[in-house]
């Protein structure tokens, strides 16, 4: 079972306007969540993170919100510029950030249109 | 600074036989994980190890099995190679477990089971 849900495969978005990447979880003991960025052949590189005692991070472009009662987080950029175009992973821990492994969504492709 | 090196890039391996695959992490870290990415389940955990020692294991059968030097470069080994076992095998690197907004991934192995 997927505990850690990323439902749009891949997402569309002209340039200039905001992207919105959308994750989804089930397991209650998640308290840490973050963000990767992927581009082809290469590993996947830390984006934004967010702690469960937060609903929201900032950072430049970038902005995560988490939504605890509906076990939902989501990843806005604002605005979206072409080197954006990547893989983006959703992933969550269930100690805090602390040493346990990292459970993975499948990821959303962003293709940001000219 | 040198980042996470993940040697061979690609391998081909028949049904059956098994692989070993290599990582040395950046300078300094002491903690290795490993992850598996299939399209069909995303990225999934592996394992970690820190100071040589398996610290959390991921669901997956004991044909995967890892370990780790005094000079923190780590090994996976998969034996009786399936075909399912096609993916891509990713590692990341960081000072200590559990410190993931700075973890380093390397550019993976990719493993095609023929």
């Known amino acids: 079972d997927q505990q850690v849900k990323q439902n749009s495969p891949s997402l569309s978005v002209q340039e200039g306007r905001i992207s919105i990447l959308n994750c989804d979880y089930t397991?209650?003991?998640?308290?840490?969540f973050l963000w990767y960025k992927k581009y082809p052949a290469e590993g996947p590189t830390f984006l934004i993170s967010?702690?469960?005692?937060?609903d929201k991070n900032e950072d430049g472009r970038f902005t995560v919100f988490l939504n605890k009662s509906a076990k939902h987080l989501s990843l806005h950029i604002v605005p979206s510029q072409p080197g954006d175009s990547a893989v983006y992973f959703c992933?969550?821990?269930?100690?805090?950030?602390?040493?346990?492994?990292?459970?993975f969504g499948k990821g959303t492709h962003l293709i940001i249109q000219p | 600074k040198a980042g996470v090196t993940q040697t061979p890039r690609y391998l081909i391996k028949t049904r059956g036989q098994q692989v070993t695959l290599s990582c040395s992490p950046i300078s300094g870290h002491r903690s290795v994980s490993w992850y598996q990415q299939t399209p069909g389940q995303g990225l999934q955990f592996l394992f970690e190890y820190f100071s040589e020692t398996q610290r959390n294991k991921g669901n997956f059968p004991g044909r995967f099995s890892g370990r780790q030097f005094s000079n923190s470069r780590s090994e996976m080994n998969v034996s009786t190679l399936e075909l399912g076992d096609s993916a891509l095998y990713l590692c990341a690197s960081s000072l200590e477990p559990g410190r993931w907004t700075e973890a380093f991934f390397g550019q993976g192995t990719r493993l095609t089971v023929v």
């Open positions: 992933a969550a821990s269930a100690t805090g950030g602390g040493a346990d492994g990292l459970t």
């Open positions: 967010i702690s469960s005692i937060k």
């Open positions: 397991n209650s003991m998640f308290d840490y």
